[in-house]
């Protein structure tokens, strides 16, 4: 899995870096398929002294892809959150994909087949 940053008033070091890889690599895990990983760091204008930072992730797998953001008062806060949440999508989509399979003519067709070995 690919792996793209990008900072918008904040300079990505390789500590943010090393950080969002560790943290996000689980990801990677939960669904093999992933091509890309876009990771953008902002740091949000708020009438603060250190301001609020915003993570924003999109996860591509071949004909979908999970998008999900966070703020947080540090980095390391807003990965965990935009992490949680892409891993809530990736376990909604397994669950969709499981039960779109049970569906099917063979399933009704075994469902509804009578008792023929009740002579």
Known sequence: MDMTFTGR??????EIRSLAEQKLAPLGR???RATTLDLEVINEHHPRLDGLKRVEAALRIPRKTFR??????DVST???RVRAK???QLRDHH???KAAQTKGA??????????????
């Open 106 to 119: 063979l399933g009704y067709a075994q469902a509804a087949a009578p008792d023929i070995d009740a002579e």
């Open 95 to 97: 669950g969709k994909k």
């Open 86 to 88: 892409l891993e809530r």
């Open 30 to 32: 939960m669904e093999p």
């Open 68 to 73: 999900a953001h966070a703020e947080a008062d």
């Open 9 to 14: 008033g904040v300079q990505v070091t390789d």
């Open 78 to 80: 807003a990965i965990d």
